[in-house]
């Protein structure tokens, strides 16, 4: 019986952590540009942005790209509430087959909230780049004067507090439900 409370609890703690996850930036990404002009260096900032999960949903939202808000909004959002729901209703319900296949429902769509912490973190890696790997020379003559310019720009992104909350979200949601299960699997056997 205390499986059954301690993913209850779990999922409750969890809860806790969906909202500082899904509110708090995610990740920031910071572009800019350098040229180099015969000695002479310009830095410009070309994207400086931070955003949560919801506010990634709202710009995609108002940039017209609807499908992929939509699909984040329901992946990272509706998912998650849909569980925390199921699983309460799971641990208050009286009938053991109800509870039962709610909680391999709720054990079933939980993994795809994972997903959202995977997608972030592979973006973060794959948009990180530095000067040095972008960097591109080009000599021109003006005047008789040989001119040097470089130009490259550099990519820096990095998991804000939400990331860290909202993967504190799912490893703990998917705890809980283990823990769910388990309780189930033990009513049934005896």
């Not at 509706?78 to 925390?84: E, R, S, V, Y």
Request: proline share 1%.
């Amino acid at each position: 019986m205390y499986k059954k409370h301690l993913g209850f609890a779990f999922n409750i703690i969890a809860l806790g952590l969906f909202f500082p996850g899904i509110l708090l930036t995610m990740f920031s990404f910071n572009m800019e540009m350098a040229a180099n002009l015969s000695g002479s260096a310009l830095t410009s900032s070309l994207i400086d942005k931070e955003l949560s999960i919801m506010a990634t949903i709202s710009e995609l939202w108002e940039d017209q790209r609807l499908l992929v808000a939509a699909l984040i909004f329901a992946f990272s959002v509706c998912i998650p509430l849909l569980k925390t729901i199921l699983v309460c209703f799971a641990y208050f319900t009286q009938s053991l087959q109800i509870e039962k296949r709610l909680i391999n429902f709720v054990g079933a769509i939980g993994k795809w909230s994972m997903a959202d912490v995977f997608v972030i973190a592979i973006f973060l890696a794959i948009m990180s780049t530095n000067h040095a790997e972008t960097n591109t020379s080009e000599q021109f003559s003006v005047f008789g004067f040989k001119i040097a310019l470089d130009i490259s720009t550099q990519t820096l992104s990095a998991a804000g507090e939400g990331f860290y909350y909202f993967t504190a979200y799912c490893v703990l949601s998917l705890i809980g439900t283990q823990f769910a299960s388990s309780a189930i699997k033990h009513k049934l056997a005896t």
